[in-house]
């Protein structure tokens, strides 16, 4: 469409075009106006790349917003609206829901995934203080998912009576000296979870929600107490049963980790639409590597053989590679708290 008039009277134009049906781009000229904003409606799937007058912008919200003044804009989309695909005849009623249902779920992960918007940070320092307070909260998180296991090694260790056989899970280390620590760093990593998203209306504050849930389960719920151990049973374990407890334990404890993987993922795919690689591929990689240490897991629960010292400690292996994969995908993520401690914004007058 050339030469349109909208309301305020100048020429408006743009052109719908693609180069496949995962990549249409739209295209839109119109005459320059220094006072007047454009909003474009993602319609055509998940923004990949805007320019504004050859100039990359930053995706975020919704829409997609170009700054007043623009005289040229192209937007590149990741997908096509699927429901108007010709199709070469008439699917199963089975296959046509899973057709929709991942199609929709394509759609909101990449609604979801799209950059924040960190504009104007230089001018309002509010904002800029708050996305700091965020980062650390991620950087801090991400610490303790990293320093969990060693520290709660050592100094179980270290304490009187301790010795430094490694245990034969993370979880057992609730019968040491570091109770206080294991159990306070997963309460606290739990409720930052449940937090997190928890106004927001999407996948991601479904997944990090229940999986906050699940870690504070399996710090109030403990595991079975390690062979030899004669101390007394926790009040909860008297009351529900000692196996009860451990059974809800280990549901809660695979389903944190399973859904760390996925929290992963979705850290990833946000970075792609930033256009770091780098960083998109650390993520992917923390989430390939708890799913290869569940997958581990499974195998030697089905009887293959690693080794005594393996064997016996196939448990405290995947629980390390979790909590140290997802610390670390955490951690990255809070050092972006470093490039805004060099945006400084004006101060009041």
Not at 201 to 212: D, F, K, M, R, Y
């Amino acid at each position: 469409m050339t030469d349109a008039a909208p309301t305020y009277g100048a020429a408006f134009g743009y052109i719908l075009s693609t180069t496949g049906r995962e990549t249409p781009s739209f295209s839109t000229s119109h005459s320059r106006f220094p006072s007047v904003a454009y909003i474009y409606p993602r319609r055509f799937g998940g923004v990949v790349r805007v320019t504004a007058d050859a100039a990359n912008l930053p995706l975020t919200g919704a829409d997609v917003r170009l700054p007043a003044g623009t005289r040229h804009a192209e937007i590149t989309y990741r997908e096509a609206v699927e429901m108007n695909e010709p199709t070469t005849g008439e699917p199963s009623r089975p296959a046509s829901c899973l057709a929709r249902l991942w199609s929709a779920f394509r759609r909101q992960l990449a609604a979801e995934t799209q950059a924040p918007d960190r504009t104007g940070l230089r001018e309002n320092k509010e904002k800029l203080r708050y996305l700091q307070s965020w980062m650390l909260l991620r950087l801090m998180i991400g610490v303790c998912g990293l320093a969990l296991a060693p520290v709660t090694w050592l100094c179980a260790a270290l304490l009187p009576q301790g010795h430094w056989a490694v245990q034969p899970s993370l979880s057992a280390y609730y019968y040491s000296g570091m109770r206080d620590f294991f159990t306070c760093t997963l309460t606290a990593t739990g409720v930052f979870l449940m937090a997190y998203k928890a106004f927001e209306q999407s996948l991601e504050n479904v997944i990090t929600a229940v999986a906050g849930f699940s870690i504070v389960l399996v710090s109030f719920f403990p595991t079975a107490r390690p062979e030899g151990y004669k101390a007394p049973l926790t009040p909860v374990q008297s009351a529900l049963g000692e196996d009860r407890v451990g059974r809800i334990h280990t549901g809660a404890a695979i389903a944190f980790v399973v859904l760390l993987a996925a929290i992963s993922l979705l850290f990833g795919f946000r970075e792609g639409s930033r256009a770091r690689p780098d960083q998109k591929w650390l993520h992917w990689g923390c989430a390939l590597g708890i799913l290869l240490a569940c997958t581990f897991f499974v195998v030697q629960a089905c009887g293959a053989d690693f080794g005594s010292w393996i064997d016996g400690h196939s448990t405290w292996l995947t629980e390390v590679v979790a909590v140290v994969a997802f610390g670390t995908s955490w951690t990255v993520k809070g050092s972006e708290l470093r490039k805004l401690g060099r945006v400084r914004a004006p101060h009041a007058s």
